[in-house]
T-cell receptor, first 116, second 116 residues
Framework: DTGVSQDPRHKITKRGQNVTFRCDPI?????LYWYRQTLGQGPEFLTY????????KSRLLSDRFSAERPKGSFSTLEIQRTEQGDSAMYLC??????????????FGPGTRLTVL | AQTVTQSQPEMSVQEAETVTLSCTYD???????LFWYKQPPSRQMILVIR??????QNATENRFSVNFQKAAKSFSLKISDSQLGDAAMYFC?????????????FGKGTKLTVNP
């Protein structure tokens, strides 16, 4: 299966610790998106990359959050000094943008973060 | 800002029957894309169907079809011949066309139960 993969699938951490999540997109997809989904809500956009460039960031992405996609392939999302409010499912999606039209976003299984 | 509203937190349907999930959205744009995503329990989100706003013809994918009413800003999903595997959270999503944010804006979702 060559879908979007995310690692780890579950992460439990203590408040104040740093955590890092990884997303591997579908091969050859040039766009990569991060969303956050809390219980009972739809996903909320955090940021996205086209190749290695981070083109858009949500106001939800506070200074404690940073995302990278250094070689235009996999991406990492780091949360520093975690807070209980950061507990959520972090979803990654990738797409192939070819210059026009809406690229379909394919989602990974998510990383569920629990902050104690 | 664009918003997406799903007014039915939960719906249920008998196996083999038809069910319609509602979605309304708010935008000042004239061209955009609309999507329905399905999120089965503990599994990743998958695209069910998409609609380009400039197309008058309603999209159809096998047992799934939409009723797109642009003037009313309504985008409902009809599932025919419901199957047990259709049980999931269904999210309606909006996306601008090029020249703006590339993010998907999701509703809060509708939980669909299929009764045998």
């Amino acid at each position: 299966d060559t879908g979007v993969s995310q690692d780890p699938r579950h992460k439990i951490t203590k408040r104040g610790q740093n955590v890092t999540f990884r997303c591997d997109p579908i091969s050859e997809h040039n766009r990569l998106y991060w969303y956050r989904q809390t219980l009972g809500q739809g996903p909320e956009f955090l940021t996205y990359f086209q190749n290695e460039a981070q083109l858009e960031k949500s106001r939800l992405l506070s200074d404690r959050f940073s995302a990278e996609r250094p070689k235009g392939s996999f991406s990492t999302l780091e949360i520093q000094r975690t807070e209980q409010g950061d507990s959520a499912m972090y979803l990654c999606a990738s797409s192939l943008f070819q210059g026009s039209g809406a690229d379909t976003q394919y989602f990974g299984p998510g990383t569920r973060l629990t902050v104690l | 800002a664009q918003t997406v509203t799903q007014s039915q937190p939960e719906m249920s349907v008998q196996e083999a029957e038809t069910v319609t999930l509602s979605c309304t959205y708010d935008t000042s744009e004239s061209d955009y894309y609309l999507f329905w995503y399905k999120q089965p329990p503990s599994r990743q989100m998958i695209l069910v169907i998409r609609q380009e706003a400039y197309k008058q013809q309603n999209a159809t994918e096998n047992r799934f079809s939409v009723n797109f009413q642009k003037a009313a800003k309504s985008f409902s999903l009809k599932i025919s011949d419901s199957q047990l595997g259709d049980a999931a959270m269904y999210f309606c999503a909006y996306r601008r066309t090029q020249g703006g944010s590339e993010k998907l804006v999701f509703g809060k979702g509708t939980k669909l139960t299929v009764n045998p």
